[in-house]
C-alpha cells in the first residue's frame, strides 16, 4: 500500500505540473494531499494514521518537513542561501540599466570585421553575462533583442545565429556566480551528510570495525567550492562555441559572414570599447577573485557584486551627462584610500592602543562615508531615472520568493517521498544495476535530462538532487567529490534547456524572434551546441581535474589551508615523502650518524634519551616507509583476482541485507496479527518469511567457494598496510616532535639567561620572607617560564616550593631542600644549553630543516605552500576506495 500512495504523490505533482500549476504550490500541495489520503485510509482500514507509511507517519512527516525548514532558513552553518537575493539583484540591474545592451553592441563592433565574428561577440558576451547575471531568461531575450536582428540583416545562418544565442544564454547555469550552482550546493551539503553515513555503516558491516577512517568519508562541498569548480568547464564550454562557430564561418562563409565596421576604429570606438568592458570585467574580477583569494565568502562576494552593479548603474543611467562618472570616481578613490590606509594603521576598533591606531580608524571612517555617499549617490539616480530602482527591488523580491517557496515545498514533497519509501525505491534500483557507479550514474544523468524538458532548474535541483545524490556519493569505489557532481548535474541541466522541442532557452528566444525564423531552424541550430555541451560533459566527467583542480587550490593554498594531519591529505602526502625520500635519505643518514657521534654527556639523561631516541624514530620512519609501497605492490597483484569476486559478492550481500531487514520488518508484523481472527494473514506473512529465508540460503550458495580464501589472504595484507602506515606515522611524528622539543630547549638558552636575576631572588626566599611577594615572585617566574621550552622540572620544583608557602605553617626545611633543588636544575640546564648551542645546535637544526618538509610534514601547524602545490594534482583525483570496503 506504501508503493501505492507513493505512485499517487508521483502522479498528483506530474498532473499539477503538466496542467500548468504553480510549481511552488503543485510540490507542497501534491505531498499534503497524498498524506493526507494516507492518513485517512490508514486510520479508516488499521485504525492506525501512520499504517500506510514505510517511515513514521503524519506527525513524523510533519516533524521532517519542519527540519528541512529550519534548515532552510535558521541553521547558521548554512547560510549559502543569502547569496540567492544578492546576485539576482545584480544581475537584474545590469539589465535593467542597458550596461548589457552596451556591451553587445560594442562587442559586435569590435568582433565583426572577423568571419563568425559577430556570433564570437554573442558567446563572449553570453559568457560575460553569466558571470555577471547568471539569469538565463534575462540574458536570452536580452541579446535576442538585440543581437539577432544584426545577425539576420548581415546574413548570418538563421540556424546558426539562433543557436549561438540560445546556447551562450545558457552559460548563465554553469559560468559563476550562478543561481543554480548556489542551490545545487545547498542540496548536496546534506546529500554529503547521508552519503558519509550511508558509507559508515556500509565500512562497519562490511569490515566490523566500529569507526571508519577519516580519509575515507565523502568529500563535502561549499557555494564558494561550486563556483571555482564550475569556472574551468564553463570556460571550456565558451572555448568549444567559439571554436565551432570560427570552423563553421571558414568551412561556410555564407553561414557567418563578415560585418563591416561603421565607422573608424579610432580613439573614441576605443574609449567606447574600455568603457563597456571594463566595468564588467572589473565587477567579475572583484566577486569571483575575492572568493578564489579567499578574502570574501560567497555571501560577502555577493554584496560586493550588488553594490558595484548599483554604482555601474549609476553612471550608466545618466550616460552623456555631465557628472554621470562623479559617484563612481568617488567610490573608486575611497577604496582606493580604505586599502592603503588599512595597509598602514590598525583599523579595529577594539585593538585601538596609541594615538596611530586613533587617525587609523578615524581615516578609515572617512574613507567609508566617501563610498557610502557614491553608494547613496548611485542609488538616487537608479530610483529617480525610470524607476529602475523600484523594479529592481520588485523583480528581486519576486525571483528571491519563488526560489525559496520552491525550496519550501521541496522539501516537504521530498519528506513525503522518503516517507513512503520512495527513496529506498531508488536506491534498490540504482545500486541493484549491474556496471556499478557508472551505470547508476548515467540513468541519473539522463533522467534529470529528460525532466529538464519540463521542469526549471529549481525544481530538479531541490527535488531529484536530494534522492539521487546521497546515492552517488556514497560509492566507495567512484569517491567522486561532490563538487564534480554538483558541476556535472549543472551542466546537464544547461543542455536540456537547449534540447528540442522543450528546452526553456528556445521558448524565450522564440518569444522576441521575428517571424521570418522558423521553429525548425531554431531546432537545427542548437543540436550542434548540444553536442559540444555533451562533448563538454565526457570531458568533465573523464577528466575530474577540470572541476576539482580549482576548489582544491583555493583549500590548499588559501589563507585557512588545512593542516597537514587531515585525514584527506595523507594519501598524497605520503606518495610525496616517499618520493623525496629517495633523494634525501642518505643526507638524514649523515647527520644522524654525525649527531650520534657527537659527545652529549652535558645533557641530563632525560633529554639524552629524547634526542638519541628522536634520531632512531627518524631513521625508522625513513626505513619503514618503502616497506608500505612493497605490501601496495603485494596488494596490486592481489587485487586482480580479489576485486571482481569481491564486486560480486558485495552485489550478494546486498541483496541478502535487502531480505535481512525485509524478514525482520515481517516478523514484527507477524507480532502484531492475532492467529485466530487473522490466520490467512498471519499464514501469508509466515511464508513469505520463508521464502525471504530460502532466497537468502540460495544467494550464500551463489558466493564463490574461494570467497574465504581469497578474501581472508588480501585481508591480511591489507590490515598489513594499515599497521604498516600507522607505524610510519607514529614515527615520523614522534621523531620530529622529540627533535625539535630538544631543538626549542637550545634555542631558548638566552631567554633562560635573562632569568638569572629572578632565580637569584627566589633564592633569598625563607621561611621568615613576605609570603605574598614571595609567592608572587614565584607566579611570576612561573608565567615567564611557560614561554621557555624543556623548563618542566623548574616549574615542576618552583609549584612545589609556591605549594609549600602557602600553608599555614610552613617548614624551612622544605623550603631549603626546594630552593637547594631549584638551584642546581636552574645551572644544570643552563649549562648543557650553553653546551648544546656549540656542538649540536648546527647539526640539529640542518636535520629539522632537512625534514621538516616530509618526515616532519604532518606535525606542521598549517600545510606550507612548498608540498601544497606538489599535493596538489595529487588531490584533485577521485581515490577509489573500494578495496577498504
Not at 431 to 459: A, K, N, R, T, Y
Request: charged share 20%.
Amino acid at each position: 500500500m506504501e508503493y501505492l500512495f507513493l505512485l499517487i504523490l508521483v502522479g498528483i505533482m506530474a498532473f499539477a505540473l503538466g496542467s500548468g500549476y504553480p510549481v511552488a504550490f503543485a510540490l507542497p500541495g501534491s505531498a499534503i494531499i497524498t498524506i493526507t489520503l494516507a492518513g485517512i485510509f490508514g486510520l479508516i482500514f488499521e485504525q492506525d494514521t501512520s499504517a500506510f507509511f514505510v517511515q513514521g507517519g503524519p506527525i513524523n512527516w510533519l516533524t521532517a518537513g519542519i527540519t528541512n525548514f529550519r534548515g532552510i532558513y535558521w541553521e547558521v552553518e548554512r547560510d549559502t542561501l543569502i547569496a540567492i537575493p544578492l546576485f539576482i539583484f545584480m544581475g537584474i540591474m545590469l539589465q535593467r540599466s542597458r550596461i548589457a545592451e552596451d556591451l553587445l553592441i560594442t562587442m559586435a563592433q569590435l568582433f565583426g570585421a572577423v568571419r563568425g565574428g559577430l556570433g564570437i561577440s554573442v558567446v563572449f558576451v553570453g559568457a560575460l553575462l553569466a558571470a555577471t547575471t547568471g539569469i538565463v531568461g534575462a540574458t536570452v531575450v536580452a541579446m535576442g533583442l538585440i543581437s539577432l536582428p544584426a545577425m539576420l540583416k548581415n546574413k548570418y545562418s538563421h540556424g546558426l545565429a539562433t543557436g549561438t544565442i540560445a546556447a551562450s544564454g545558457t552559460l548563465g547555469q554553469i559560468i559563476p556566480p550562478s543561481i543554480v550552482l548556489i542551490i545545487l550546493a545547498d542540496q548536496l551539503s546534506s546529500a554529503v551528510d547521508i552519503a558519509d553515513m550511508a558509507r559508515k555503516k556500509m565500512y562497519k558491516e562490511v569490515t566490523g570495525n566500529l569507526s571508519m577512517p577519516s580519509e575515507f568519508g565523502v568529500n563535502s562541498t561549499s557555494a564558494g567550492d561550486m563556483f571555482m569548480g564550475a569556472l574551468l568547464p564553463g570556460l571550456v564550454l565558451v572555448l568549444l562555441y567559439m571554436l565551432y562557430i570560427l570552423i563553421a564561418a571558414y568551412l561556410k562563409p555564407d553561414l557567418a559572414p563578415a560585418v563591416p565596421l561603421e565607422g573608424k576604429r579610432d580613439r573614441s570606438f576605443i574609449v567606447k570599447v574600455l568603457l563597456s568592458l571594463i566595468p564588467p570585467l572589473t565587477l567579475i574580477f572583484i566577486v569571483l577573485g575575492s572568493i578564489i583569494g579567499g578574502i570574501a565568502t560567497v555571501n560577502q562576494a555577493g554584496a560586493i557584486g550588488a553594490v558595484g552593479a548599483l554604482i555601474m548603474a549609476g553612471y550608466r543611467l545618466t550616460s552623456g551627462k555631465k557628472g554621470c562618472f562623479y559617484p563612481s570616481i568617488i567610490a573608486i578613490l575611497s577604496i582606493i584610500f580604505i586599502g592603503v590606509v588599512t595597509s598602514i594603521y590598525t583599523v579595529n576598533i577594539r585593538s585601538v592602543q596609541t594615538n596611530d591606531d586613533v587617525i587609523g580608524v578615524i581615516l578609515a571612517v572617512i574613507g567609508t562615508i566617501g563610498l557610502l555617499l557614491a553608494i547613496g549617490w548611485s542609488a538616487w539616480r537608479a530610483f529617480k531615472i525610470d524607476d529602475t530602482l523600484n523594479g529592481v527591488m520588485l523583480e528581486t523580491a519576486k525571483t528571491t520568493s519563488l526560489v525559496f517557496i520552491i525550496l519550501l515545498g521541496a522539501a516537504m514533497l521530498t519528506a513525503a517521498f522518503r516517507g513512503f519509501g520512495g527513496e529506498e525505491v531508488v536506491k534498490d534500483f540504482l545500486v541493484g544495476m549491474p556496471g556499478g557507479f557508472w551505470s547508476q550514474f548515467i540513468i541519473v544523468m539522463i533522467v534529470i535530462f529528460v525532466l529538464g524538458f519540463f521542469l526549471d532548474f529549481i525544481e530538479i535541483a531541490v527535488v531529484v538532487v536530494p534522492i539521487v545524490a546521497p546515492i552517488l556519493l556514497m560509492d566507495p569505489g567512484a569517491n567522486i567529490t561532490a563538487v564534480w557532481l554538483g558541476v556535472m548535474i549543472g551542466l546537464n541541466i544547461q543542455t536540456s534547456f537547449l534540447t528540442p522541442p522543450f528546452g526553456f532557452a528556445l521558448f524565450y528566444l522564440r518569444g522576441v524572434a521575428s517571424k521570418i525564423v522558423t521553429t525548425l531552424s531554431m531546432y537545427k541550430g542548437v543540436i550542434p551546441f548540444i553536442s559540444l555541451q555533451i562533448f563538454a560533459m565526457i570531458i568533465v566527467g573523464y577528466a575530474e581535474t577540470i572541476v576539482n583542480y580549482l576548489p582544491t587550490r583555493l583549500s590548499l593554498l588559501g589563507n585557512s589551508a588545512p593542516p597537514p594531519m587531515n585525514p584527506k591529505l595523507q594519501s598524497c602526502m605520503q606518495d610525496y615523502v616517499h618520493e623525496k625520500l629517495k633523494i634525501i635519505s642518505p643526507d638524514i643518514i649523515s647527520f644522524s650518524d654525525k649527531i650520534n657521534k657527537t659527545d652529549i654527556s652535558f645533557m641530563n639523561k632525560k633529554n639524552s634519551n629524547i634526542l638519541l631516541k628522536s634520531i632512531k624514530n627518524i631513521n625508522e620512519a625513513m626505513f619503514i616507509m618503502p616497506n608500505i609501497y612493497k605490501i601496495n605492490d603485494e596488494l596490486d597483484l592481489l587485487a586482480i583476482d580479489y576485486s571482481p569476486i569481491r564486486n560480486d559478492v558485495r552485489f550478494i550481500e546486498l541483496r541478502i541485507n535487502k531480505s535481512k531487514e525485509k524478514i525482520k520488518n515481517l516478523k514484527s508484523l507477524l507480532q502484531t496479527l492475532d492467529k485466530v481472527t487473522e490466520n490467512k494473514e498471519f499464514i501469508e506473512v509466515k511464508e513469505e518469511i520463508q521464502n525471504e529465508e530460502s532466497m537468502i540460503l540460495n544467494l550464500n550458495k551463489q558466493k564463490p567457494e574461494n570467497w574465504k580464501a581469497t578474501y581472508d589472504k588480501f585481508n591480511t595484507v591489507l590490515k598489513k598496510e594499515t599497521i604498516t602506515k600507522m607505524k610510519y606515522r607514529r614515527l615520523a611524528d614522534k621523531g620530529y616532535a622529540d627533535l625539535q622539543k630538544i631543538l626549542f630547549s637550545i634555542n631558548d638558552s638566552e631567554k633562560l639567561n635573562e632569568l638569572e636575576a629572578d632565580f637569584q631572588k627566589v633564592s633569598l626566599i625563607s621561611i621568615d620572607s613576605n609570603k605574598d611577594i614571595s609567592i608572587n615572585l614565584i607566579l611570576n617566574l612561573e608565567s615567564s617560564l611557560k614561554k621557555i621550552a624543556g623548563t618542566y622540572n623548574l616549574k615542576n620544583q618552583l609549584s612545589k616550593l609556591k605549594k609549600e608557602l602557602k600553608r599555614k605553617s610552613p617548614k624551612s626545611v622544605k623550603i631549603k631542600k626546594y630552593l637547594s633543588k631549584i638551584n642546581v636544575i636552574y645551572i644544570s640546564e643552563k649549562e648543557w644549553r650553553e653546551k648544546g648551542k656549540v656542538s649540536l645546535l648546527p647539526l640539529l637544526g640542518s636535520l629539522e630543516k632537512l625534514i621538516r618538509g616530509n618526515i616532519g610534514l604532518r606535525k606542521q601547524p598549517q600545510i606550507p605552500a612548498e608540498q601544497a602545490k606538489e599535493i596538489l594534482y595529487c588531490q584533485t583525483f577521485h581515490r577509489d576506495l573500494s578495496l577498504y570496503f
